[in-house]
């Protein structure tokens, strides 16, 4: 089974303060992406990342970076907090392009306040 | 910009009913339209795909259709289980890249 994880289920941070939200796949999936899931809205993709140093916006990059140093792990990184980023924030793999097929991770929620 | 519509948002049915979620996407050049089901406080898991050559596909009692021509897919689930109580997701490809743009979700209750 794929296994995607997620280095907290919950976190709380103060307005301004950075944040660091891991994502670690343990399958040798080439892609990987962050989403944010918001009552009403669907899941909405962030950044994605093709493979290891690549990185390309979604359809809501403003406000967060992203790091892919190695291929099992995925960062999303949110310079300066603020508080409509209050969301879930998932995380998931993908075998390759092409494969279509994305394996969820658990999700993050995190308040900002 | 590219879209899909996901109706209903909520979706309560009995037992052993029929339920039938629609989206409707808008860029022509999609070709694969997945869906993920996300139980309360899960991640979400793929249910069940189509791509644009196929009409229909069908897996035990779910089953999804393809209207190419109205640029509308449907999740059909058949003699609804309690376990089947979730949010479902349908997405679209983006043109004919792999990226996903997801439907707003349909929040389903099946009552016993």
């Known amino acids: 089974d794929v296994k995607v994880t997620q280095s907290s289920r919950y976190l709380v941070k103060r307005t301004g303060e950075k944040v660091f939200l891991e994502c670690v796949q343990d399958m040798d999936h080439e892609n990987m992406f962050w989403y944010r899931q918001d009552p009403g809205l669907g899941l909405r993709l962030i950044y994605f990342?093709?493979?290891?140093?690549?990185?390309e916006k979604g359809d809501i990059p403003e406000g967060y970076s992203v790091s892919r140093e190695k291929k099992e792990r995925f960062s999303l990184i949110l310079e300066s907090a603020s508080t409509n980023q209050t969301s879930m924030y998932l995380c998931?793999?993908?075998?390759?392009?092409?494969?279509?097929?994305?394996?969820f991770g658990p999700g993050t929620r995190l308040t900002v306040t | 910009g590219e879209n899909v519509e996901q109706h209903p948002s909520t979706l309560s049915v009995q037992e052993g009913d029929s339920a039938v979620i629609k989206c409707t996407y808008s860029?022509?050049?999609?070709?694969?339209f997945p869906w993920y089901k996300q139980e309360l406080g899960k991640r979400p898991q793929l249910i069940i795909d189509?791509?644009?050559?196929?009409g229909e596909k069908k897996d035990q009692r779910i089953a999804v259709t393809l209207n190419k021509t109205a640029k509308h897919f449907s999740l059909h689930i058949t003699e609804t289980q309690p376990e089947d109580s979730a949010v479902y997701f349908c997405a679209a490809s983006i043109g004919n890249t792999d990226k996903l743009i997801f439907g707003t979700g349909t929040r389903l209750q099946v009552f016993p």
């Open positions: 998931a793999s993908r075998v390759r392009q092409g494969a279509y097929e994305q394996y």
């Open positions: 990342s093709y493979d290891v140093k690549m990185k």
């Open positions: 860029d022509s050049a999609s070709n694969y």
């Open positions: 189509i791509r644009s050559n196929v």
